[in-house]
């Protein structure tokens, strides 16, 4: 991506291991993720050009001298930050805080939406996949690399817990993994907040309830209504604008958590006297999805969930372009690639 709306397939050189704990894996399946559309809409050429992707599985096809736990020919996802995994904030379940982390896809390392990419720390990001490299259930394997564990991270810091009242702000692909998060934790009511045909009748399949289309004032007092007038217990922020932000605020009830996930293109958090007298925690952050890949694995091996739905388009390399625009357009929800 040279700067908005300009993406471009081109050859670079090879990745190559440059330290002994890095891996290199032959990308088998990518994605386009909804925060990519932050840059796609608003990247300048000063801030230089990026090889884009963080989320992808792949066929590992070279290890460094240190790495112990994958080998060449391994299937392994790969989540959007790299981390050791041994750190005092990895040991926490905090991945993405790692003190030698990173995130995939910026200008200081080349991201996935490639042929190959270069993983450093092996050993702690990378996550052996007990499938082959074409399994039927890829798709929704893939959203363990980031959408699955960031909707699943929106309930787990919004408090969400059996018989919880639960309202999920933004019905992109995280949203609805939200959703479907709520639903596995055992909320008992499920609220989705968007307008889009497609993604409200996915939203039900996955566990909604119901389904509130208003924005602004209209929209907070339509959940109020739905929850003997006092809003829900968690709210899991998908979207990452101030509005949805003061929106998600206005619905909590008091005492309720907003666990939030879309990355803010605001700098500071809205509502502050709303969230102070009704003692709201606001929680949140880029997810460890490396920390619940444990945890949500089981339920796609065996059938319980199926996250992979939020792909309605695949792409080759080539169609990577294209992709942006979709889903920049809202023509698709999320943009597989299949390198
Ligand atoms: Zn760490």
């Not at 932000?245 to 958090?269: K, N, S, Y």
Request: net charge negative.
């Amino acid at each position: 991506m040279y700067a908005a709306g300009d993406v471009r397939v081109e050859d670079v050189p090879d990745p190559a291991i440059l330290e002994p704990t890095d891996a290199v894996i032959r990308v088998t399946r990518a994605c386009i993720c909804g925060s990519d559309l932050w840059p796609y809409q608003s990247l300048t050429p000063a801030e230089g050009a990026r090889v884009m992707g963080h989320e992808a599985i792949g066929v590992v096809e070279d290890v460094g001298a240190d790495v112990q736990t994958v080998k060449p020919g391994d299937v392994v996802v790969m989540p959007f930050a790299w981390s050791d995994g041994t750190c005092m904030f990895c040991e926490q379940g905090l991945h993405t805080a790692c003190a030698h982390g990173g995130f995939f896809g910026n200008p200081e390392i080349p991201g996935a939406q490639s042929e190959a990419v270069r993983v450093p720390l092996a050993d702690g990001t990378l996550y052996p996949l007990p499938v082959g490299e074409d399994d039927a259930l890829m798709p929704s394997l893939l959203t363990l690399s980031d959408v699955l564990g960031t909707g699943h991270h929106a309930a787990v810091v919004a408090k969400v817990g059996p018989g919880k009242r639960v309202a999920v702000v933004g019905d992109g692909a995280v949203g609805l993994c939200a959703v479907i998060s709520a639903k596995r934790l055992g909320a008992q009511q499920i609220v989705i907040m968007g307008r889009h045909d497609d993604r409200i009748a996915l939203a039900r399949e996955f566990g909604a309830t119901e389904v509130v289309s208003e924005r602004g004032a209209d929209a907070v007092e339509r959940v109020k209504e739905l929850t003997d007038g006092y809003g829900v217990d968690a709210v899991l922020e998908c979207v990452g604008l101030d509005q949805s932000m003061d929106t998600a605020i206005e619905i909590a009830r008091p005492g309720g958590a907003v666990g939030r996930v879309g990355v803010p293109q605001h700098e500071q958090v809205p509502a502050a006297r709303p969230s102070f007298f009704k003692n709201i925690t606001i929680a949140g952050g880029p997810a460890p999805v490396r920390a619940y890949i444990e945890e949500l694995l089981p339920d796609i091996l065996e059938g319980r969930i199926e996250p992979g739905r939020v792909f309605d388009r695949t792409v080759d390399l080539d169609g990577v372009p294209d992709g942006y625009r979709a889903m920049n357009e809202r023509e698709s929800i999320k943009v597989l690639i299949k390198p």
